[in-house]
């Protein structure tokens, strides 16, 4: 793949943390992506690296710390980036930091950490798309797997039975109701607000709502999260070690292409790829 732009990368290790393989390899791969890479070398200060950021003009700094210092030397260099006007430069992290310490270093100001297992590969495409939001360049796909949670689907006996406790004791509002042969359900459509629910009741025993049942009762069967391109995500799913249950789309509810990813790859989660685009652009 040829970039849009040579996008420049300081790759720094800040603090006392004397161990710079990570940084060396992250180095390499970024340079193998088509970046241009500078690194600052060991036991940096936050104000040396906002300077070499600032003289190498670089779009993006990568920070690694595997020292545990990384709440107070990654937010100085966000200081100091804003403190000279260059709060433009993309500041991202990795190294041994506990997921507990995410949510405050991303606050404050750090777009992203990458924890450790992280593929190289995954570092670069989220700074080249982070570059290229910045300045207004289009990129030749869309990177993001999920957009949203588009429904979440829950089974049940009867709809007949179970759609006065959503309108009537929740007082949601039903959007419709629609058989679906092909997979041997009735689905109701529930509008909560902010997510829709999807019930389904099976209309025969070869369903796999009624085997579900079967095995486990009535209850949530599984999050469908909304894609566009769903033959380009099953592709990445895959890729990143994924089994899916469908390796190709099929219909769906409501229009759309639908494909599962099988629990046993998704922390025990039944999740469904479901892809409206071709519904939404008519």
């Not at 970046?35 to 036991?43: D, F, P």
């Not at 690296?49 to 920070?63: K, L, P, R, T, Y």
């Not at 507990?100 to 297992?117: A, C, H, M, S, W």
Request: hydrophobic share 40%.
């Amino acid at each position: 793949m040829k970039m849009k732009k040579k996008i420049r990368v300081l790759i720094a290790k800040p603090g006392l943390d004397g161990h710079d393989r990570g940084a060396l390899i992250i180095s390499q791969a970024l340079r193998d992506y088509g970046m241009e890479v500078i690194y600052t070398g060991l036991r940096q200060t936050p104000e040396q690296i906002v300077s070499s950021a600032i003289q190498e003009d670089v779009d993006a700094i990568g920070m690694s710390c595997l020292s545990g210092a990384h709440n107070d030397l990654f937010p100085e260099v966000v200081k100091g980036l804003k403190k000279h006007g260059a709060e433009e430069i993309i500041v991202v992290g990795g190294g041994v930091i506990p997921w507990e310490d995410i949510p405050f270093l991303e606050e404050q100001g750090v777009q992203k950490i990458f924890t450790p297992g992280t593929p190289s590969i995954e570092t670069a495409k989220y700074i080249e798309k982070a570059v290229y939001k910045r300045d207004g360049i289009g990129l030749d796909e869309d990177l993001e797997l999920v957009k949203k949670i588009d429904h979440i689907g829950i089974a049940v006996n009867s709809l007949d039975e179970s759609i006065p406790f959503y309108l009537e004791v929740l007082q949601l509002k039903l959007e419709g109701i629609e058989e679906v042969p092909s997979e041997s359900v009735k689905v109701a459509f529930i509008n909560a607000g902010n997510i829709r629910l999807e019930l389904l009741e099976p209309t025969n025993e070869k369903s796999s709502i009624h085997t579900f049942i079967e095995k486990h009762g009535a209850g949530i069967h599984h999050v469908a999260l909304g894609v566009a391109n769903i033959e380009q995500r099953i592709k990445e799913l895959k890729k990143k070690g994924i089994t899916m249950i469908h390796n190709t789309p099929k219909s769906g509810a409501g229009g759309a292409e639908i494909a599962f990813m099988h629990p046993k790859s998704t922390q025990g989660v039944l999740y469904e790829l479901c892809d409206k685009s071709s519904k939404e652009s008519q």
